[in-house]
């Protein structure tokens, strides 16, 4: 038996797929089958349906769930990406194909759940794509070829619905639209034993991607509970169901033949025993040759022993000058061309031994159809589809069947399957009359090229070339031409070429061939022979091919050309192009290079950088042109200044130096060096700060420094940085025992070394207290200004402010004088200059901070003030007292002295 496909309205699904949708709560036994659809609405909009085929005659109604949660993960890795939730939007009972054979023992509910979803760019655009699954416990627990127990008492069975699909951009980044297949929708049918078995299982992609069918192994769950435990989100792997003794993948029904798909969708079985089998369709989706998606549908076929007894049709034909109908399996015949259309047909008659039952007035219904066998064209013309006719009481019916005049293949015979069907329960029995059929086609004569098969071309390239040729195509019936050009890996205007039909009438095609290739408006440096095919066909009666080709094989010869020779002066050698070169910000990349031209071309040196802009950075070489020979020079220079550069982000630059030459026909050369510029941060040291007396009135060892209060303090502030940045030297505080104000000190700035003064002339107030010594603290800072890390020197420099040292281990009074007129020792005095100029003194403590001289008296034996003085520099002459002791007191605004002197005449 010759299992067929026919039209959609012919499909019988013997198979019920019921997909199982059980509820949170029910454990019922109800999966038969189901598939998911993504289909593309308009940007990343897409609707997912899950469709859901019920067992209504063993399912719990309760088991049919309000929504379902469809789970979306990465194919990469199998990372969970987002629940999908879809809620119930249809439920609808599958039609029979021949609801007069059922008694009721297949009743299946459709049932649809469905949203709109977004897939974001941002988040599917892996382009291993990604699968959608939702899976769901039990099977149908009366499975034949399956374990499929109650969970708790055996191997439980559930169903795992999957699709796969790919990301919504592709590898650039751009929109890539696609749905998947659309399966068609399975019918309430079953099959009987021993009786033969097939359905279209063949969906539909809008999108016109080949789509390959293939037997797979059912999904189970990895749970046996109704739904995932907790909702979880569970990713592949998916176990497979476990098949019964006897029963697998590659003998699903024990059928004679067993259950199989063609990689076309046509699925054909012939069972042997009654049963419910479960079984696995799987439909992978290619485009371009490259998988992108796939999807799963798994069913369960019913077997009954249902089917009446019957008989196929039989079809039987003749050619018009036979006797009767003598051809019962295969059929041949030949037609020349000199028959009319009415004259290349033969007849074919069908019956039916069902129909022969004339006791019953027996009625039979059969329906002829005309197939391709060695072909794939459309052959309704010979048979339109769905003829028909009622066979009653034993009676025949005829058809006649013609050919058109150009056969449906040019090489060898075709073969047309003339198919009939009865109306049998569960699905229509056929035969099958194999015609071969040998038509003649019309003569015809091939076209072909005026010009032969080949041109072979070769020119020189130069100024205003240009060369043109016509192209002419002939046929001797003239049919009408049609010319066509391919290129052959390259693009005609770029290089100056056309082909352009100035002429095209029946029997006769002229095409001009223009090449322009003038050295000014055309390059050719990349490329320098082209090929064309072109084919010349004709429009015969038949349309059959018959093209002559012609090869075109051009060549340009460009002119002879020397490159130049470009090569660094000041580092390296000659023949070096690659240089690795390691510097340090604030330092200077200096070179010169050289380039030269043996033909004296006009030379043109600059340089570029590789993914930066070598301006913006500060390198410096301008372009120059001259002619190569002699040759001509130029100098690249780079400051590497800090404030140009971010290290961080980017400390290695890659340029590149080319000189080009340009010769009469702008044909280019050029020869390049290539720098790899490796840039370090330099290396820096904090400014050091020192100290030195600005004056002789201060003492400085390091960072201390000494002077006596009332001297002017000078000190001499150095900050030097060994790197030559620039300086910035502060003093940033002053404090001491006492208040300090009255000093000055000038900020400065330079670079490599800078020096202030500290100035100050401390006075008594420095010393408040009457301490002898008093200390001050000034912080100074230098900062240098490095770009990468600037660094600072902070240094205290103390000041120790000392008071004048009175001297009173020296204070030795005169205790005598003689006021007798003699001119010696003539008053009593502490400090004195005598007639000779001498100084004397008696040591009288120095006044200071600490202690001033305020006041002398001198007093007599009986307490009697006789003199008094509020100069350290008195002179008691006696003033007329008497010869004696009297008593003195001195007294400083910290201590006193008290004393006698005598005085004599």
Not at 526 to 543: A, G, S
Not at 740 to 747: I, K, L, Q
Not at 802 to 821: H, Q, R
Request: charged share 20%; aromatic share 12%; proline share 6%.
């Amino acid at each position: 038996m010759l299992f067929l496909r026919i039209i959609l309205f012919m499909r019988k699904v013997l198979l019920a797929c019921v997909f199982v949708v059980l509820s949170l709560s029910s454990m019922a036994s109800h999966i038969v089958g189901g598939e998911f659809e993504l289909i593309h609405v308009s940007g990343t909009v897409f609707r997912l349906n899950m469709i859901l085929y019920f067992d209504v005659n063993n399912g719990n109604p309760g088991a049919r769930d309000n929504s379902v949660t469809a789970s979306v993960f990465s194919k990469r890795n199998d990372r969970f990406i987002e629940n999908i939730y879809l809620p119930f939007t249809s439920l609808k009972q599958v039609d029979y194909f021949q609801p007069e054979c059922s008694n009721g023992e297949v009743v299946t509910d459709k049932i649809i759940y469905s949203s709109l979803v977004t897939l974001p760019e941002s988040t599917y655009n892996e382009a291993e794509g990604y699968y959608i699954v939702w899976q769901r416990c039990c099977r149908n627990y009366t499975i034949t070829n399956i374990d499929s127990n109650v969970p708790g008492t055996g191997m439980h069975a559930g169903q795992t619905f999957y699709l796969e699909f790919p990301p919504v951009v592709d590898e650039n980044g751009n929109p890539f639209i696609n749905s998947s297949p659309q399966l068609f929708p399975p019918l309430n049918d079953y099959g009987c034993p021993n009786r033969p078995y097939w359905v279209d299982f063949a969906g539909v992609d809008v999108d016109g991607d080949s789509l390959v069918y293939s037997i797979a192994n059912p999904l189970s769950t990895q749970f046996s509970s109704a739904l995932p435990p907790d909702n979880q989100n569970l990713s592949s792997p998916y176990p497979t169901v476990v098949w019964k003794p006897g029963f697998g993948q590659n003998n699903i029904m024990n059928g004679s033949p067993d259950l199989a798909i063609s990689t076309d969708g046509f699925l054909t079985v012939t069972p042997r025993s009654q049963g419910l089998f479960a079984f696995a369709v799987k439909v992978e989706e290619f485009r371009n040759k490259k998988k992108i998606g796939e999807v799963r549908r798994d069913f369960q076929m019913l077997v009954v022993d249902k089917c009446p007894v019957a008989s196929p049709p039989v079809v039987k034909g003749r050619k018009f000058s036979d006797v009767g109908f003598p051809y019962r399996e295969t059929m041949n015949v030949t037609f020349n061309q000199s028959l009319t259309n009415e004259e290349r047909c033969i007849q074919i008659e069908v019956s039916d031994l069902d129909a022969s039952k004339v006791e019953d007035n027996y009625m039979e219904d059969v329906w002829i159809k005309a197939i391709p066998l060695n072909f794939k064209d459309d052959v309704s013309e010979i048979l339109p589809f769905g003829v028909s006719k009622t066979l009653i009481n034993g009676s025949t019916a005829s058809f006649d069947i013609c050919f058109p005049e150009c056969p449906y293949r040019e090489e060898g015979p075709f073969q047309v399957g003339i198919v009939a069907f009865d109306d049998a329960c569960a699905l229509p029995l056929s035969d099958t009359l194999r015609v071969t059929v040998n038509v003649e086609p019309p003569p015809n004569n091939k076209p072909y090229f005026q010009n032969g098969n080949v041109i072979n071309l070769t020119v020189n390239e130069k100024k205003d070339g240009f060369w043109t040729t016509d192209i002419i195509g002939l046929d001797a019936d003239a049919d009408n031409l049609y010319l066509q050009v391919f290129p052959q890996g390259f693009d005609m205007d770029q290089y100056g070429m056309s082909f352009s039909t100035y002429s095209n009438v029946p029997g006769e095609i002229k095409t001009r061939f223009s090449w322009n290739y003038d050295c000014l408006q055309t390059s050719f440096d990349d490329l320098t022979d082209f090929e064309y095919i072109l084919v010349l066909d004709d429009e015969d009666k038949c349309l059959f091919a018959h093209p002559d080709t012609l090869r075109m094989n051009l060549n340009i010869i460009l002119p002879d050309n020397t490159f130049p020779d470009l090569f660094a002066t000041d580092m390296g050698t000659r023949t070096d192009s690659y240089f690795y070169i390691e510097k340090e910000l604030y330092q200077t990349l200096d070179f010169g290079v050289f380039a030269e031209d043996l033909d004296n071309d006009l030379i043109r040196i600059e340089a570029v950088g590789e993914n930066f802009d070598m301006a913006q950075y500060g390198a410096v070489m301008p372009p120059v042109e001259g002619n190569g020979n002699p040759g001509l020079g130029t100098r690249f220079n780079w400051k590497l200044e800090c404030a140009r550069f971010n290290l961080a982000e980017q400390d290695s630059f890659r340029f590149y130096i080319t000189a080009e030459d340009f010769d009469y026909c702008n044909i280019t050369s050029s020869d390049t060096l290539t720098i790899d510029l490796k840039v370090y941060p330099p290396e820096n040291n904090p400014p050091q700060i020192s100290f030195s007396a600005g004056n002789e009135f201060v003492a400085v060892d390091g960072t201390q420094g000494t002077v006596t209060v009332g001297n002017p303090v000078i000190v001499q502030v150095l900050a030097e940085d060994w790197e030559n940045n620039n300086i910035n030297l502060q003093l940033i505080e002053a404090k001491g025992d006492h208040d300090v104000s009255a000093y000055s000190f000038t900020d400065v700035v330079g670079r490599g070394s800078v020096t202030s003064n500290l100035r100050w002339t401390p006075d008594c107030a420095a010393l408040t207290g009457a301490v002898p010594a008093a200390k001050y603290l000034f912080t100074f800072v230098a900062t240098d200004d490095n770009c990468i890390e600037a660094l600072a020197d902070t240094v205290d420099f103390e000041l120790t402010v000392k008071d004048i040292e009175a001297g009173t281990d020296e204070f030795l009074p005169p205790n005598v004088f003689t006021p007798n007129g003699d001119g010696h020792n003539p008053f009593f005095a502490m400090e004195w200059v005598d007639g000779d100029g001498q100084t004397y003194s008696a040591g009288l403590p120095i006044d200071n901070c600490a202690g001033q001289f305020e006041a002398i008296r001198i007093y007599n034996r009986w307490g009697r003030q006789v003199y008094s003085s509020n100069e350290r520099d008195f002179k008691w002459h006696g003033n007329g007292e008497p010869s004696g002791v009297y008593y003195y007191y001195i007294k400083y605004s910290n201590n006193e002295y008290k004393g006698t002197v005598t005085m004599l005449y």
